[in-house]
């Protein structure tokens, strides 16, 4: 058998640097920077499907469906191909931002449906312009009852980042296996980032939980 | 544990039986028997225990102090060389199949037509063979007047209906003891009659125990031949029915039943 | 285009082959998950401390861990235990392990929404525990976990298309060679519309085991009469966190 120890600790506090840096530069950024993305363009798709006429609406929702219920792998590499020249980084923040404003969508526009009809009716009576009433009336009450689905969806496309590896970017995974490989040892590297999502999932799961649980005593 | 189990046991007897919640205390220091045959009525205001009496009787909530003893075997815990220690699941589960009950939302299986919800337990706890059990519920299903609807399922058919299901469903097990969990309290008026009648009829020609709680004192009276006012988690009175409702003695049943007959 | 049209049409037995790929690893994967779900679901409702404390630190392992590191676990590590599984093997393990751990949250939430009334029913009748999980209240909580299982059922079938990293030639490969052979607009448009329509499938497929559910809970029509006029809307994968 292998001559190697099962674990090595040496080899362990080596990487665990390099994981970090692809954990920090990468895997947070693109959550971070995606997360931005995807809930503001989920808004804006939420209210153009509310708002638009029918066939576009009707449109969008197919686009939206489509995107939803693809893999956004294939959506990356797609992306990657098309904008050969892009950096791949920038394509994937972009692809998951698309891909989980899609989502987002779906859970404002859920918020949208549950502000009572009244509202909509007590703006047309103060003639409120609709703009006025979107900003001012109707997506302040939509929002406040999203936020732990929109958080859930955010932890959602953190787990999701490794799919980055398809186009090339070297985020915390393909930096443990891109170590794996050069030193014939993968069993630390892949543990480390094994835990390195548990330990940052996990709590931020349980905030989210808690949050939910506040959220619907005050409502 | 030896314990005489001869005729003279009583259908049920609590011993010093406490229940809480938390720090609310529900039932204090209870004691008091059915014997077999008895039909017994528990009346009060809501929140005395009554409801908490039969739930206790069939396991659905645990004793938190006392001893309930079923046809003289104790139900779920037991004194045992001065200690008092509990009853595994097996030992309760035997006792059990001995008590029925009729609970005030039904629950009928929706999951079953309803001659399937009849003949579940018969079949899977009893082990009745399947055929026998059948013609046994459907017998059942004639006396409840559902004859035709052995094959509906529970959501389709009305609120009273659906009780009259379940009470062939708890009678499907031959019971030795029967509880009524209100079970006209869910009922639209104009059916709560079907109900009762039926109920009626189990009483007049069966011998089952019976332990009630309902707001229905014209019931209460026609198959009771013991009531036991409660108020507060003990008993205030105890009567048959014809004094309960005629002549009470203490101050408390005189005004909870000038307030519910409406007088 | 056309001469796009004549390609597709000779790689066609090939991508095929890449669906037939894509559908084991989501049949075998959704297999295990579900075998998964159940198991951690049951568990995590014992009193009992140690089944219940198994059952947590499983379901938020496999759900906190991320789906890529558990693919590379098993197929990079797992080797130096002395186990060598097939890449398609690696990949059934890994989405059924991942998704069977959140399906255990939904196997749990729907057990825990079945009304304490049928449970209590149970008791009267005084069915066994196993007659009471299995005959009773499992029944009616499968109504209600379908739409979610849906959506995990949609979401593992987007997982499958990151095995093709560990050498499967699963639909994304074959696109992948498809792209070569035409353009990358027309190769990956065709493949994002294969994926839509498999993910349709199962969708209308699910839709049709949940109208069944319901019609045995005495809600809803029957399935036959459900598609007679087939206006089955397709739901969304709604995804999970």
């Excluded at chain 1, 120890?5 to 994981?19: G, Q, R, S």
């Excluded at chain 2, 005395?48 to 206790?56: D, Q």
């Excluded at chain 2, 029915?241 to 009470?248: A, G, K, L």
Aim: hydrophobic share 50%; proline share 4%.
């Amino acid at each position: 058998m292998n001559s190697r120890p099962l674990w090595d600790w040496d080899a362990a506090w080596e990487v665990l640097p390099l994981l970090l840096e692809a954990f920090i530069t990468v895997t947070l950024y693109v959550t971070v920077v995606s997360s931005f993305i995807a809930a503001v363009l989920g808004l804006v798709l939420a209210i153009a499907r509310r708002s638009s006429p029918r066939p576009i609406s009707a449109l969008i929702g197919l686009v939206s469906n489509v995107i939803r219920m693809t893999p956004i792998v294939v959506q990356l590499l797609f992306a990657y191909y098309i904008f050969l020249d892009a950096e791949p980084l920038l394509i994937g923040v972009i692809i998951f931002g698309i891909h989980y404003a899609t989502y987002m969508s779906e859970v404002y526009r859920a918020g949208i449906d549950a502000v009572p009809a009244g509202q909509w009716e007590a703006a047309t009576a103060l003639s409120m312009s609709r703009r006025r009433t979107w900003g001012a009336v109707i997506v302040p009450q939509a929002l406040r009852a999203t936020v732990p689905a929109l958080g859930n969806y955010v932890i959602s496309m953190f787990k999701d980042t490794p799919f980055l590896i398809a186009i090339t970017v070297t985020e915390v995974v393909r930096a443990a296996q891109t170590y794996g490989g050069n030193h014939f040892t993968y069993i630390e590297a892949i543990t480390l980032t094994g835990l390195i999502f548990l330990l940052s999932s996990y709590p931020t799961s349980l905030l989210i939980g808690r949050l939910e649980k506040r959220l619907a005593y005050t409502n | 544990m030896v314990r005489d189990t001869s005729q003279e046991e009583p259908a049920i007897r609590f011993q010093d039986v406490n229940k809480s919640f938390g720090d609310h205390v529900v039932l204090d220091q209870l004691n008091f028997t059915v014997n077999k045959g008895d039909r017994v009525t528990l009346i009060g205001p809501s929140g005395s225990g009554k409801t908490t009496i039969l739930r206790l009787v069939m396991t659905l909530e645990e004793l938190t102090g006392g001893y309930i003893f079923i046809d003289g075997q104790p139900l779920t815990h037991d004194l045992r060389d001065g200690r008092r220690v509990e009853l595994k699941e097996k030992h309760r589960n035997e006792v059990r199949k001995r008590i029925g009950m009729v609970f005030q939302q039904f629950n009928l299986f929706p999951n079953m037509t309803v001659i399937e919800n009849i003949i579940e337990a018969p079949v899977h706890v009893l082990k009745v063979p399947k055929s026998q059990a059948i013609t046994r519920a459907r017998e059942l299903l004639d006396k409840v007047g559902l004859a035709d609807k052995e094959h509906a399922h529970p959501l389709e058919l009305s609120g009273g209906q659906q009780q009259r299901v379940a009470i062939a469903r708890a009678l499907a097990m031959d019971p030795e003891i029967l509880l009524l969990d209100e079970v006209t309290s869910a009922l639209d008026p104009e059916i709560v009659g079907e109900v009762l009648e039926v109920l009626r009829e189990v009483a007049r020609t069966t011998d089952i125990t019976m332990l009630i709680v309902t707001h229905e004192m014209q019931f209460a009276r026609d198959v009771s031949n013991r009531v036991l006012m409660f108020d507060s988690g003990s008993i205030v009175e105890e009567a048959s029915p014809e004094v309960m409702f005629t002549q009470p003695t203490e101050q408390r049943t005189r005004d909870f039943l000038a307030a519910v007959l409406g007088d | 285009m056309s001469e796009h049209l004549i390609k597709l049409r000779d790689a066609w037995p090939q991508i095929l082959d890449g669906i037939g790929i894509t559908l084991v690893l989501t049949v075998g994967g959704a297999a295990l998950a579900l075998v998964v779900a159940i198991a951690l679901g049951l568990l995590a409702r014992f009193d009992n401390i140690l089944l219940r404390g198994t059952a947590r630190v499983f379901i938020e392992f496999f759900r906190g861990t991320s789906l890529v590191v558990q693919l590379f676990w098993l197929y990079f590590v797992l080797p130096r235990f002395g186990v060598e599984l097939s890449a398609i093997a690696v990949g059934i393990f890994a989405l059924g392990l991942n998704y069977g751990a959140y399906g255990a949250e939904v196997v749990r939430g729907s057990l825990n929404s079945v009304p304490a009334g049928q449970w209590e029913a149970t008791t009267a009748l005084s069915l066994s525990r196993t007659q009471r999980m299995w005959r009773v209240i499992f029944p009616q909580a499968w109504a209600l976990m379908i739409p979610s299982l849906t959506n995990l059922l949609i979401q593992l079938l987007k997982g499958t298309a990151i095995v093709s990293i560990i050498a499967m030639a699963d639909l994304t490969f074959m696109i992948d060679k498809l792209r070569q052979d035409t353009d990358t607009f027309f190769a990956y448009t065709v493949g994002l519309l294969l994926y839509f329509a498999l993910a349709s499938l199962l969708t209308l497929g699910m839709n049709a085991l949940e109208i069944r559910a319901k019609h045995k809970l005495g809600r809803g029509d029957s399935l036959r009469s459900a598609l007679s006029f087939s206006s089955s809307a397709s739901r969304a994968g709604k995804g999970v966190a």
